[in-house]
């Protein structure tokens, strides 16, 4: 980005916990522009959360709601979501923004991004025939992890990823939120109303989730905030928006106490920060009130459940507490529901309560280098993470009960192939790690990995192949029959290449990766395409390459 | 009165009637006509008109009877619908006349009347009476004598239909045996009911000439009353409930009958404007005897022409204006000419050698001015022509919907007032149709038109140039159509099909009526489903097609495990209930305005009622025999047009059986489908020979192909018999092929033998109406075919031009040599096989006719509903954004509703820059998608 840079758009449309998520990006853009002016476009129904987040000068709300009223009534209502669309873009363009970053991988945004026109456009983008192109590396690498094999391997935060995809290198270690002192004072009258504003420690809970599958069932909740009330002495509040009071109100009819009391619907966003930045503790799924919880320093103990995925989207910030089940569809697809959680069964209210005593007495840094035998807590039920940030600053989560073979997969060499990617990856876009990693490496002997080796002569194939191409299309008296015919070898040969991440998943993100950037290649010059496919090809070869070292070596470390 | 007085009068009611058939039946029976087929194509019409409500599902088995029957112009075609017909009438010259031209063999039985009583025909033995244009000018005590013996011969419950007159009691002498009774209609009622009958209907009678005269208060009605007992009352009682004062005699004093004296006049006129001198001379000695006091001018006329006759000096003018004398202005005329002749030179040269008859008369009134009178009746109020003529254009005017280009299309001249007024009202009169040569050619010479047709683009007077109907397309569209009330009384056929053609050109361009076409499940008709809805489309109409076909395998499944046929019929008819309810709910989701059923369409009359209540339109295309496939009976009622492929007597049946209106509509091609095909040597060989046939294997097929044995003729199709010869002819195994093969076989063939089914006769069916869909295909496909001899064949192309056609087996052989010696005249009638069925045939075709039909019904309706649908909003909002405007136009063209789905369908990702616009409904779709999917995430469904 450069230095001249005025006006820049941030376009956060989504969700609440991705706003946040973007909030150290948007303070460090700040940080490094303090002359430019900062707008973010957002949709109505969370445009109140811009209000506490340092550094965004002005709100642009897109009612993206009504949109979708008037197009599911249809006929002439579409005309009038179309004025309103209209009437938007117009607006926006007014603003002539510099930069534009997209948040969000939706399609809607990249086209979004195509009609704002702004020269200097990242993260998911169209291009004029309405074909989704992505624009940056980081933005690619979270494509190329949505893709759902590929999930397991993935350790780079959302956080992590926004702020790189902005290009930043300098960036407050946590979430940005400010609740307003007013908002505070609200939450210690509320506390003060409901008669629990004594110094017992005050412990949040949420109960709702944004899907059903990620909800833990309110018998739990209440077996945990029994043992919350009458074996810590702690105060509980329920936590959540005016809809999910019908949640908690099954929790209390299986536990009530005058010392749990519910909050939801009676707190707006900067009440909500106010009152978890009373507690001393938020025990909750993955959730937009857990980024709020850790933005305003509060830490958490998470439930990551069903298709929640703590390297993706864990709390950001030290000495938090993530218990995963161990069931063999974990992270499942968060595309389909399910019928029956089995991975709910596998966390007890018992830990819960265990971990929230546990995190009560310990710090942010006790907590990063504490250990539970797995004798305590058996990691072949459930695993227990703690959050803590990497040597280059990036959060990344660590097995704190050890780890075992399950379903025939060896944890540990799964950590060492997520590790490697984390490595990979950014030795690639960040230039991290530093020479100081490499050199420890080169001590490590190699150890073989299945389908590494086919992958390497693929990519080697690949390469003769497109020289050949770049030769002909130098050669004007070149026969253009054989264009032809070394582009369906260069297909065949990338079908092959998928096919290696899709029977090796430990190589499934590194051959999406070559995939995506590959349909992202764009131009209409034919050498430089040829080039720029080469350079794929070169790509992919230096990065297996580089994942044999780097595996071999976190391999050994993990032994 | 006694019976010695009705005795009188029966006798002169017989003398006058055997005099005036003497004189000449066809015109004393049916006005104007001169001869014998079109005086039964009349009665034909008259009994249509008689027929329409009644019931004929038993008729076979029923007996009908006339009073009143002339000289069997009606019991003819009456004679095909009833087991036994009875005509009586008072004249004996009429039933000897009858007995000439009815067959002898026929179900028919004369009786010979005396005036008053129907003795001789048993009590309650009859299924059905009438009578028509008979009981109306009988004297009133006759009348009422009459009245009560038909309430005896009905058997209860049976029907009566008379044709009479009501309004204001006419002034009409005893003696008269001509003159038109009428009466008031309570005092009618009335009587009706004391003779012992309810009245079920009672409806004003519309023919294509002026019958009822509003001015006089003589309204001519059709009235249906159902015998309930037999009288409670007797003749003398009767005819003073009718006529409470009574019919007045003149006894001695009795002049003649001043009707008859008129038309026999009136008749004269005819032949005089023929030349027919001696036919003249006969009509006016007629005239002169049956009347005592003839007019002078009556009498110097005949005195002149039997001069002339004898080789006098000629002294009666020919001159064709002669009817307009001092009215005719020669400038005017020859003004208007020279305009017709710039700008429609053809009608020029038509009305030159335009033949003129003495059908048109004038007649003035109190303003003096000219009122032109066809066949007896004015065209415009006599008394004030001008004033009257300019009210109804005000009328019209103010209930027209006049689009932006002001322009109409007019049809009927009349006197011709009306025209000149519609210019001075600033609208742009740009078609004129006028069916009347000769009063086309009578308003020229009254009024000076010259500058009015000078804006005129199309003067359009008969029905061949009305069918070139696309030249004015584009004014059409554009145009308010009026029509001249006295037009649409005279020439109701002809405006009719003005109607349509305005309407279906109208209607197509202006509405877009959404509709469904459920097509069978299984059969013959059921790939012209599909054809249809091709065919809709290509019209831009928007059309849901239900192909049910594919539920066949489970209908014909349903009897898989047992044997009893009533079981199986009970679980197919569920079946085919669950299948309706399939239609219903898609016509809830994509509601319709119009529902069009293919023969056999399986839809129960539960939900066709349903779908009715819902204000849709039903109509059934029923491609069948209807003499063979008689389902018509139980299904019109639930059709509000039952399309049919035959004409008369199915129409009036179907229309009987409940339908709401009955139209002939011959099937058609589909030029898409059926076309010539290039095909290899291989597909020659496999598919082709000189003779070939393509159907299924009916008796009269089987005993005509089997003489073809020896030739290379190939048969395609299904259930042929398996021994010989027909092992050797019959082509795979006798499998069904699908459409396309046919196309295959009818270009690979150099003769496609077309021979109708039958399952009754031998060879060729003889009386064979019809014309089954292969006709139209093979011509379509430009395919040479021999077909056999149908009765509407010729309607449809030309034989021995566009094909070529057989009566029997010999004729059939006899071509087949002289066609296979003739290849190139093969291909020429082939080829014009082809223009014909393009031009004229094609599903498109028939559908435009077919909206034509309904739209003339129902533009109104159907406007009303467009204008309630979403589109008129939609293009209003979208009136600032010009490129989603174009787009929803495009939409809108094509017949499709204004959704984003239909929007986005269009734009193309990845073809090429996407406009401003089409980003931005792209956007709209995704959200759509993202938030819908969102939505079905949280509601716990499974989504992908």
């Given at each position: ?153 993935n350790s780079i935060n959302i956080v992590d990823i926004f702020r790189c995809s902005a290009g930043l290198r300098e960036f407050p270690r946590k ?385 | ?471 004015f397309e584009e004014v059409l569209t554009q145009a308010e159509l009026l029509i001249y009330p006295q037009t649409q009384a005279l020439s109701r ?452």
């Amino acid at each position: 980005m450069s230095e001249e840079i005025k006006n820049i758009c941030l376009v956060a449309i989504t969700r609440l916990g991705d706003m946040l998520q973007a909030s150290p990006t948007i303070y460090a853009l700040k940080q490094r522009y303090p002359r430019a002016k900062i707008t973010v476009v957002i949709e109505k129904q969370f445009a109140m959360i811009c209000e506490g987040i340092p550094g965004v000068d002005e709100v642009y709300v897109l009612d993206l709601g009504m949109v979708y009223r008037c197009l599911t009534r249809d006929y002439q209502d579409v005309v009038e979501a179309y004025l309103y669309l209209d009437q938007a873009i117009k607006e926006l363009r007014e603003k002539h923004f510099d930069c534009c970053i997209n948040m969000s991988s939706s399609g809607y945004t990249a086209l979004l991004l195509r009609m704002l026109d702004i020269k200097d456009s990242r993260g998911w983008i169209s291009d004029e025939e309405g074909n989704r192109l992505i624009s940056n590396p980081w933005a690619m690498l979270f494509a190329a992890f949505i893709f759902h094999a590929n999930r397991n391997y993935n350790s780079i935060n959302i956080v992590d990823i926004f702020r790189c995809s902005a290009g930043l290198r300098e960036f407050p270690r946590k979430l940005m939120y400010n609740p307003k002192p007013e908002d505070e004072e609200y939450a210690k009258k509320f506390l003060q109303d409901n008669k629990l504003d004594d110094d017992s420690p005050l412990i949040c809970v949420q109960v709702g989730a944004s899907q059903e599958k990620r909800q833990w069932a309110p018998a739990h909740f209440a077996r945990l905030t029994k043992l919350l009330v009458e074996e810590l002495g702690a105060r509980v509040v329920y936590t959540g928006s005016g809809s999910e009071q019908t949640l908690i109100e099954k929790v209390t009819k299986f536990y009530s106490s005058p010392r749990a009391i519910s909050a939801a619907g009676k707190t707006r966003l900067g009440q909500l920060a106010g009152l978890l930045k009373q507690a001393k503790l938020l025990v909750t799924g993955d959730t937009g009130t857990m980024h709020m919880a850790v933005s305003v320093n509060t830490p958490v103990v998470a439930l990551f459940l069903a298709s929640a995925y703590c390297y993706e989207t864990g709390p950001y910030s030290e000495g938090n507490i993530i218990l995963e089940p161990k069931v063999s569809c974990y992270p499942c697809n968060p595309n389909f529901s399910c019928l029956r959680p089995d991975c709910h069964e596998q966390v007890s209210a018992e830990l819960v309560k265990k971990m929230v005593e546990l995190r009560l007495h310990k710090t942010s840094a006790e907590m990063v280098n504490y250990v539970i035998s797995p004798s305590e807590v058996n990691p072949a039920n459930l695993a227990i993470k703690v959050s803590y940030y990497d040597e280059d600053g990036f959060l990344d989560f660590k097995a704190i009960n050890g780890f075992i073979v399950r379903d025939g997969v060896d944890e540990k060499l799964q950590e060492a192939a997520r590790q490697t990617y984390r490595a990979l990856w950014k030795d690639e876009f960040a230039a991290v790690p530093g020479a100081e990693i490499w050199a420890r490496i080169k001590e490590v002997s190699r150890i073989a990995i299945p389908g590494i080796h086919e992958l390497d002569t693929l990519a080697g194939e690949g390469l003769t192949l497109i020289e050949r191409l770049i030769d002909l299309i130098m050669d004007s008296s070149g026969n253009p029959k054989f264009l032809g015919e070394i582009n369906a070898a260069c297909e065949t040969i990338d079908r092959n290449i998928e096919g290696i991440g899709l029977a090796h998943t430990m190589f499934g993100a590194l051959t999406r990766m070559f995939v995506m950037e590959k349909q992202n290649l764009r131009g209409s010059d034919a050498l430089t395409l040829a080039r720029d496919t080469k350079n794929r090809y070169l790509s992919l070869k230096r990065r297996a390459e580089k994942f044999s070292r780097l595996y071999s070596y976190y391999f050994s470390t993990l032994n | 009165m006694d019976n010695g007085s009705l005795n009188n009068k029966s006798t002169r009611m017989r003398q006058e009637w055997d005099n005036r058939i003497k004189h000449d039946y066809r015109y004393w029976m049916s006005d104007g006509i001169n001869d014998d087929d079109a005086m039964f194509t009349v009665g034909e019409r008259d009994l249509s008109i008689i027929l329409s409500d009644v019931d004929l599902i038993k008729a076979q088995d029923e007996i009908a009877l006339e009073l009143g029957c002339g000289v069997g112009r009606i019991l003819k075609p009456l004679s095909r619908y009833y087991g036994k017909v009875i005509g009586v009438d008072v004249s004996l010259a009429a039933l000897e006349k009858a007995q000439q031209l009815l067959d002898p063999a026929a179900n028919i039985e004369l009786f010979l009347g005396n005036g008053f009583d129907l003795s001789g025909i048993g009590d309650e033995s009859v299924d059905f009476a009438f009578s028509f244009a008979s009981i109306s000018i009988m004297p009133v005590d006759a009348i009422a004598s009459y009245l009560i013996e038909l309430a005896r011969v009905l058997k209860i419950d049976k029907i009566l239909k008379l044709q009479v007159y009501l309004g204001r009691a006419q002034d009409t002498r005893a003696e008269d045996t001509l003159a038109i009774r009428s009466f008031d209609r309570q005092c009618f009622e009335d009587g009706c009911r004391r003779a012992g009958f309810s009245l079920l209907s009672c409806k004003e009678l519309i023919l294509p000439f002026e019958i009822s005269d509003p001015q006089a208060d003589l309204v001519a009605y059709m009235v249906a009353l159902k015998k309930e007992s037999t009288a409670t009352i007797d003749k003398d009682e009767l005819v003073r409930v009718f006529l409470p004062q009574g019919e007045p005699s003149d006894n001695q004093s009795w002049q003649g009958s001043k009707t008859e004296y008129m038309m026999a006049i009136a008749c004269a006129t005819q032949h005089m404007g023929k030349g027919q001198i001696v036919e003249a001379i006969k009509a006016l000695e007629f005239a002169v005897s049956s009347y005592r006091q003839p007019e002078p001018e009556v009498c110097n006329i005949l005195e002149q022409l039997k001069c002339r006759q004898q080789g006098g000096p000629e002294s009666v003018s020919h001159n064709r204006f002669t009817v307009l004398d001092r009215f005719f202005n020669a400038d005017y005329y020859e003004k208007n000419l020279r305009v017709i002749e710039e700008k429609f030179p053809e009608l020029a040269k038509t009305l030159a050698a335009h033949t003129f008859s003495a059908q048109i008369s004038v007649q003035t009134g109190e303003s003096q001015l000219p009122v032109l009178v066809l066949r007896g009746f004015p065209l415009d109020q006599v008394n004030k022509p001008l004033a009257s003529a300019q009210a109804w254009v005000d009328r019209s005017l103010a209930e027209a919907r006049l689009g932006a280009s002001n322009f109409v299309a007019l049809v009927g001249v009349a006197s011709g007032y009306h025209l000149n007024y519609l210019a001075q009202r600033n609208v742009q009169l740009k078609v004129i149709v006028e069916p009347n040569l000769d009063l086309l050619h009578a308003v020229l010479g009254i009024h000076d038109l010259s500058e009015l047709l000078k804006g005129v683009d199309f003067l359009v007077t008969s029905s061949e140039e009305l069918k070139k109907i696309k030249q004015f397309e584009e004014v059409l569209t554009q145009a308010e159509l009026l029509i001249y009330p006295q037009t649409q009384a005279l020439s109701r056929y002809f405006v009719d099909e003005c109607k349509r053609i305005f309407w279906s050109t109208r209607g197509l361009k202006e509405l877009r009526p959404s509709v469904a076409v459920v097509g069978p499940l299984y059969g013959g008709t059921l790939p012209i489903a599909g054809y249809l809805e091709m065919a809709f489309r290509q019209l831009n109409q928007r059309v849901y097609g239900y192909d049910l076909s594919c539920f066949m395998d489970g209908y014909r499944n349903l009897g898989k495990y047992f044997q009893s046929q009533k079981r199986i019929d009970a679980l197919q008819s569920q079946y085919v209930e669950l299948l309706s309810q399939m239609v219903i709910e898609g016509i809830e989701e994509k509601p319709v305005d119009l529902l069009v059923c293919v023969a056999q369409a399986p839809l129960s009359p539960k939900v066709l009622t349903k779908i009715r209540e819902k204000g849709i339109i039903t109509v059934m295309w029923f491609m069948e025999d209807c003499r063979r496939f008689t389902a018509w009976q139980q299904i019109s009622r639930y059709f509000d047009y039952m399309f049919i492929i035959q004409k008369e007597p199915y129409l009036t049946m179907v229309e009987s059986a409940g339908a709401g209106r009955a139209i002939y509509l011959p099937m058609a091609c589909s030029p898409q489908v059926h076309t010539p095909l290039e095909l290899s040597a291989e597909e020659s060989a496999r598919w082709g020979s000189d003779i070939s046939f393509l159907g299924a294997g009916y008796h009269n097929r089987q005993q005509i192909f089997a003489s073809l044995v020896q030739r290379d003729f190939k048969i395609w199709g299904t259930q042929w018999p398996t021994g010989y010869p027909f092992d050797k002819l019959v082509q795979e195994q006798g499998r069904r092929l699908d459409p396309k093969e046919y196309v295959k076989i009818f270009n690979a063939s150099k003769i496609n033998i077309n021979l109708h089914s039958s399952v009754e006769r031998d060879g060729v069916e003889p009386n064979g109406d019809f014309i089954n869909p292969r006709t139209f295909e093979l011509a379509s496909s430009g395919a040479f075919q021999l077909v056999d001899n149908r009765l509407h064949l010729e309607e449809l192309f030309t034989p021995g031009k566009e094909l070529a056609t057989f009566a029997d087996r010999h004729e059939l052989e006899e071509k087949i040599d002289y066609y296979l010696a003739h290849p190139e005249k093969r291909k020429a009638m082939a080829a014009a096989g082809r223009e014909r069925a393009l031009k004229e045939h094609t599903y498109v075709q028939r559908l435009k006719d077919m909206l034509g039909y309904i739209y003339a019904d129902r533009f109104a309706e159907l406007s009303r509903k467009a204008a309630e649908g979403p589109w008129p909003k939609v293009l209003e909002t979208a009136k600032n954004t010009p490129e989603l405007l174009t787009r929803y136009q495009a939409l809108y063209e094509r017949g499709e509703d204004p959704t984003l789905n239909a929007l986005v369908c269009d734009i193309q990702v990845g073809r090429g820059t996407l406009t401003d616009t089409e980003m931005k409904l792209l956007f709209l779709h995704h959200i759509k998608k993202l938030v819908g999917d969102v939505n079905d995430m949280r509601a716990g469904k499974i989504t992908g």
